[in-house]
């Protein structure tokens, strides 16, 4: 008989330690076959910036690990409706934050716009048109990352200093392109 207890007493912890187990091997295999799947999207499709693909393996990665965590909650009993109200909470918190700092993802986004669609790359000369009777920023493009796209600027008074732009502000304003 005690053999039957002790077999009993341990089956349950055992039995979760494999659920355990099996979900997080099968996040691991899913996360796998997404991230290889993107690879080779982008392998596939050179037109495709790695700067945009990069991120986006980060956030799907994100997801189904943080979906394997919230399946293995479950199975040590902690209750959806509790997972449900966390979940609902800190989104609401995310939504009132990205409201405060709508400028800088406004800039993340212009980001992920011009590497997406290619306005402009690397080595063109642009310029950025404030009116028709008003001199723009104009100037080499030498970097371009999420917030500000960096120009060597051109004009015979300050040649060779950097000028910041916002990403945003390309889409805010006519730019002229040279290649």
């Known amino acids: ?33 997404v991230t290889r799947g993107i690879s080779r999207l982008g392998a596939r499709y050179p037109q495709l910036p790695q700067e945009l693909l ?22 040590f009993g902690v209750s959806a409706e509790v997972l449900w109200a966390a979940l609902t909470g800190f989104t609401a918190v995310a939504a009132v934050a990205f409201f405060a700092i709508w400028s800088v993802l406004s800039n993340m986004f212009c980001a992920v716009l011009i590497f997406s669609l290619g306005p402009f790359r690397l080595g063109d000369t642009v310029e950025v048109v404030e009116s028709a009777d008003k001199l723009g920023v104009k100037g080499r493009v030498v970097s371009i990352n999420l917030f500000y796209t960096t120009l060597e600027d051109l004009g015979t008074d300050n040649h060779g200093a950097m000028v ?3 990403n945003s502000l390309f889409f805010q304003k006519a730019v002229r392109r040279w290649r």
């Open 1 to 33: 008989m005690d053999e039957l207890q002790l077999l009993t007493a341990w089956s349950e912890p055992l039995i979760r330690a494999a659920q355990v187990l099996l979900i997080l091997l099968l996040a691991w295999l899913v996360q796998r076959i």
């Open 54 to 75: 990069l991120p986006l393996r980060g956030l799907l990665r994100w997801i189904i690990l943080g979906s394997a965590f919230m399946l293995v909650l479950e199975r």
């Open 164 to 166: 910041q732009v916002p």
